[in-house]
């Protein structure tokens, strides 16, 4: 079966950063739009960034803009993994962090695309920002 695996939460202060991993168990990452949401207490899942793996073509959520990057681990013309570098965390990007693949389409769509498009969620990883 099909499902992603997330890697590389923590607990940091602000202004310090993580880098965040996701793998597919069961296929490689080839042609998709692969997504990385996050969760807050109390909040709903919400996208942060998405990577179209055959092209390297990105969105970001405003929030994220200017501080985080996501990319792709490519070899030999496979992609194994997608990453997520999270500098100058805040406490506001506090959270569980998933990340997850279009089923409808492999690019990015404009603003993220919908929640329900996205599928084979992992279990997630914690990322904590406090001082």
């Known amino acids: 079966q099909v499902q992603f695996v997330e890697s590389g939460g923590g607990s940091v202060q602000p202004g310090g950063s993580l880098r965040l991993s996701c793998a597919a168990s069961?296929?490689?990452?080839?042609?998709?739009?692969i997504g990385w949401f996050r969760q807050a207490p109390g909040k709903e899942r919400e996208g942060v960034s998405c990577i179209s793996t055959s092209d390297g073509s990105t969105w970001y959520a405003d929030s994220a803009k200017g501080r985080f990057t996501i990319s792709r681990d490519k070899a030999k013309n496979t992609v194994y993994r997608v990453y997520l570098q999270m500098n100058s965390l805040k406490p506001e990007d506090t959270g569980v962090y998933y990340c997850?693949?279009?089923?409808?389409?492999?690019?990015?769509?404009?603003?993220?695309?919908?929640?329900?498009?996205?599928?084979?969620w992992g279990q997630g990883t914690q990322v904590t920002v406090s001082p």
């Open positions: 997850a693949v279009n089923r409808v389409q492999a690019q990015c769509p404009a603003g993220g695309g919908a929640l329900h498009d996205y599928g084979y």
């Open positions: 069961g296929f490689t990452l080839d042609y998709y739009a």
